[in-house]
């Protein structure tokens, strides 16, 4: 039984036309992930636009959706940073405002050794009573957690997983191999739908997904299929690609929340240095939900 959920949406953050948080909008957005397919919510992470929410909206943010489907589903806040005096004060702020769970990616820009992510890591789980998700994203950071490293951070009781982004399978089969009767159990979710299938097949736990937003439903089923029914969870992942290729053919929340706006979903624009998706990009998102069966209005 995972800790976190098996079907986690990495939520975008709807704002209002003239850029305002849209705290009635988020609400309504965790709601429909939820009646769709999602039993975890992922709240301030990249695709929420963390890096452009001021303090006071992310606390906001997370006690609405909190306030809206913590009954029914767990609600994962992102609390990392690359200070690690601001993600052990995020983090117990975020225990004070509610979260189940805190999604703590590694350091970016600044580079830190092992052995600094590893102290990093520790401190900020020290902070908490919570659960901690690791995430590997070296795209995005440009560095990567080592496989000794998150071997080493699976002993540590609250460190109960990892978001794995970094598109290597093989390694992500080593991880799961190596953490089996970590003490607090540890979760393998794919961080990229891409990788959904195949870190599944591997023994991964669960997704945390983007295209979830469009196809939640989809996706909760081909999670559910992968140990009764491979070939059918195949198809459903295979179907789905061309959906994910859409959804990052722009920078990312661009293309789902010009989807999410077209469906009349909350959602709203992007914040600078992001810009909205062209009209020709949410084009191409429709055209793979035709391509995968999914209807829409």
Do not use: C
Not at 135 to 159: H, K, M
Not at 239 to 260: H, W
């Amino acid at each position: 039984m995972s800790t976190f959920g098996r079907v986690g949406t990495a939520m975008v953050t709807p704002f209002t036309p003239d850029g305002g948080l849209d705290l009635d909008g988020a609400q309504r957005l965790a709601t429909h992930l939820v009646d769709h397919g999602t039993d975890m919510v992922v709240v301030h992470g990249t695709t929420g636009e963390s890096p452009t929410l001021q303090d006071a909206e992310m606390w906001d943010l997370l006690r609405a959706v909190v306030d809206a489907v913590g009954d029914r589903a767990h609600v994962m806040m992102g609390t990392g940073s690359n200070d690690t005096r601001k993600a052990v004060w995020s983090t117990e702020k975020a225990t004070e405002a509610g979260a189940d769970s805190m999604l703590v990616v590694s350091p970016y820009y600044n580079k830190p050794t092992q052995r600094g992510l590893l102290s990093h890591f520790r401190r900020v789980a020290e902070a908490t009573d919570k659960p901690v998700m690791l995430y590997d994203v070296p795209g995005r950071t440009s560095r990567e957690i080592a496989l000794e490293t998150i071997v080493e951070l699976a002993q540590v009781d609250n460190i109960a997983g990892i978001k794995d982004a970094a598109g290597d399978p093989a390694k992500t089969s080593e991880i799961v191999g190596r953490t089996a009767g970590a003490p607090g159990g540890f979760d393998v979710l794919s961080g990229s739908d891409e990788y959904n299938l195949p870190i599944l097949a591997v023994g991964g736990t669960g997704v945390i997904s983007v295209a979830a937003h469009l196809a939640g439903d989809q996706i909760a089923e081909m999670v559910r299929l992968v140990d009764t029914d491979l070939p059918k969870a195949r198809q459903i992942h295979n179907d789905l690609l061309p959906l994910v290729r859409a959804l990052f053919s722009e920078a990312s929340p661009g293309p789902v929340k010009g989807a999410l706006n077209r469906l009349g979903l909350p959602a709203g624009p992007v914040r600078g240095p992001l810009v909205d998706a062209l009209p020709s990009t949410v084009d191409a998102v429709f055209a793979a939900l035709d391509h995968a069966g999914i209807t829409h209005s």
